[in-house]
C-alpha cells in the first residue's frame, strides 16, 4: 500500500503505511519505513531508522543500501562508502567492497560513482540491468545528460520502477 500510495505522488501517506507496516511484521521489510523516509526527503529520519534497523538486522542487504543512499543525498560522502562497502560484503562480494574502498580513497564520493557506473557497464554484458538502474548511477554521478538518457530508454522499456521517480531525491537535480 505504501508503493500505491507512492506512485499515486501522495508521500506523506505512504510514510504512514510504510510506519503501518513496519508496525505489524517488523521483519518483513525491516528497509521499508527507512526508504519511504528517504522518498519523502527526511533524510536525518532515514538514517536513524535505518542505522537502528541496521543494528538489529546487520545482514539484511537492502537496510545497508538505503542507509548509503540517504548518507550519499545528505552530502556525507565517507559514510555512505562505509555502509555501501559493508553491504557488499553482507552480500558475498569483498572485491567490490575493496573497490569501493579504493574508489573513495582516491576520489571521494564523486569516484564512488564512477566506479559504480563503470562496475554496471561490466554487469550488462553478462545480465540485464534495467535502464532504470543505469539512470540512477548516472544521477549519483551527477551527469544530467546521461541520467535523462537512460530514463528515456527505462520509459521505453515500460520499467515498472518509473512510477516512482517523482518520489526519488536523487532524480532531484535533472
Known sequence: RSYVLAAMNRPEQSLQEAKRGIDLDPFRRPWGLGYAYIQTRQFDAAINDLRMRDQAYPEEFYTLIYL?????????????AEVLEKALVVLGDP?????????????GQKAVAQWRVESDKTRVRREYISSYFHARQYAYLG????????????????????????????????
Not at 95 to 107: I, L, S, T
Not at 143 to 149: E, I, R, S, V
Request: hydrophobic share 40%.
Open 68 to 80: 548509503a543512499e540517504a548518507y550519499c543525498l545528505k552530502g556525507m560522502g565517507r559514510e555512505s
Open 143 to 174: 551527469d544530467k545528460n546521461a541520467t535523462l538518457k537512460f530514463l528515456d530508454l527505462a520509459c521505453h522499456e515500460r520499467s515498472p520502477w518509473m512510477v516512482l521517480i517523482q518520489n526519488e531525491p536523487i532524480f532531484d537535480f535533472v
Open 95 to 107: 572485491e567490490k567492497a575493496d573497490a569501493v574502498h579504493r574508489a573513495f580513497q582516491r576520489g
